[in-house]
């Protein structure tokens, strides 16, 4: 009885000292990463922060041409369907997706809620007036096009407000 009861002791202590193995290798673990970031972010702080020189500012005077300029933003017309004919006959249509160039916000804006307007005026005038290449009645004259969207976009605004016309995507069915 006795030996059995050294030998469950035994037992015992050598589990132990697996579980104990175990500990002291996640104990290191931890140690090492907390001494690996400490160190880090000492090396971080004294040569991420050396001393600055004084710069000397120079004063630059803005143009009045420069502060004036604004950014260029876009006024999307999406799903614009358009007919390309030839002699009267209508080939086929094109979907489209326009993008109009204004100057700024204030001027999007204002073509934005001009978009039904020139929409309509729009399709009017490609009812009238093919959009194909007057050399291949297949192809879309796309220099041609986006020119008179342009024109006829600003004279139903009354200014100069779109200053480029982009074709983004043109599907034909």
Request: charged share 30%; proline share 4%; hydrophobic share 40%.
């Amino acid at each position: 009885m006795a030996d059995e009861e050294k030998q469950e002791d035994g037992a015992q202590e050598e589990s132990g000292s697996g579980g104990g193995g175990k500990k002291l290798l996640i104990i290191g673990l931890l140690a090492g990463i907390i001494v690996g970031g400490g160190a880090g972010a000492g090396a971080f702080f004294m040569f991420g922060s050396a001393p600055e020189e004084p710069v000397e500012e120079e004063v630059v005077e803005e143009e009045p041409e420069l502060s004036k300029q604004k950014e260029l933003v876009f006024a999307r017309m999406e799903k614009f369907t358009v007919p390309l004919m030839y002699k009267g006959r209508v080939l086929r249509y094109v979907i489209m997706d326009l993008n109009l160039q204004v100057e700024g916000n204030d001027q999007k804006l204002l073509v934005v809620q001009a978009l039904p307007i020139i929409r309509d005026a729009l399709l009017r005038e490609v009812s009238e007036h093919t959009i194909a290449n007057p050399n291949n009645p297949n192809v879309i004259d796309f220099e041609g096009f986006t020119k008179r969207v342009t024109k006829i976009g600003n004279e139903i605004m009354g200014e100069r407000l779109i200053l480029k016309t982009l074709v983004i995507e043109a599907r034909g069915y």
